[in-house]
Antibody
Framework: EVQLVESGGGLVQPGRSLRLSCAAS????????MYWVRQAPGKGLEWVSG????????GYADSVKGRFTISRDNAKNSLYLQMNSLRAEDTALYFC???????????????WGQGTLVTVSS | DIQMTQSPSSLSASVGDRVTITCRAS??????LNWYQHKPGKAPKLLIY???SLQSGVPSSFSGSGSGTHFTLTISSLQPEDFATYYC?????????FGPGTKVHIK
């Protein structure tokens, strides 16, 4: 059974840092790209960042570029999100998601974790 | 970035009703469109990928159609467990973008 379990969220002051983790199990982790998606209170889903299976390609939303860093440790079946210079608008439930491609070139998120809540407030 | 819109933003329906949700893309995304169901406190769940392919384990009461810029998600007979928020998402180009969601309420 595929499981994705996020951790590391919490209450943090503006300007401070936080590191999120996502522990994966039930599939061959280093075969798949992985993503972070967030949901601010009362809002919809927003893609944050993605990383290919071998960390060869990374992507970031404009809203977090230069402040957040995605990484993975395939030996530990883990995905990370280092969040620096946090702002109030980063307050959200952060989900990790496993991505799978289909033959014509698109992809979708077939499994998601339940999320970890990040609250940025003084 | 490709903008995704959904209509309606919310709807009220009864068990057994047929429900249709529309998703539109700001440019042609061919069939690179996925649908998710999300309930509070739960992990989002993939329903449909590539516009019309049913994810394994998802009831056949869910179906998707469309291509280009106009897509629909249909629930043929609404069940109590289907009350949730539904999101479309395009993967035609980066960044992947989601629609704002359609919340399905119990009437």
């Amino acid at each position: 059974e595929v499981q994705l379990v996020e951790s590391g969220g919490g209450l943090v002051q503006p300007g401070r840092s936080l590191r999120l983790s996502c522990a994966a199990s039930g599939f061959t982790f280093d075969d798949y790209a992985m993503y972070w998606v967030r949901q601010a209170p009362g809002k919809g889903l927003e893609w944050v960042s993605g990383i290919t299976w071998n960390s060869g390609s990374l992507g970031y939303a404009d809203s977090v570029k230069g402040r957040f860093t995605i990484s993975r440790d395939n030996a530990k079946n883990s995905l990370y999100l280092q969040m620096n210079s946090l702002r109030a608008e980063d307050t959200a439930l952060y989900f990790c998601a496993k991505a799978i491609g289909y033959s014509s070139g698109g992809y979708y998120f077939d499994y998601w974790g339940q999320g970890t809540l990040v609250t940025v407030s003084s | 970035d490709i903008q995704m819109t959904q209509s309606p933003s919310s709807l009220s329906a009864s068990v057994g009703d047929r429900v249709t949700i529309t998703c539109r893309a700001s440019q042609n995304i061919r069939s690179y469109l996925n649908w998710y169901q999300h309930k509070p406190g739960k992990a989002p769940k993939l329903l449909i990928y590539a516009a019309s392919s049913l994810q394994s384990g998802v009831p056949s009461s869910f179906s998707g159609s469309g291509s280009g810029t106009h897509f629909t998600l249909t629930i043929s007979s609404l069940q109590p467990e289907d009350f949730a928020t539904y999101y479309c998402q395009q993967s035609y180009s980066n960044p992947p973008t989601f629609g704002p969601g359609t919340k399905v309420h119990i009437k």
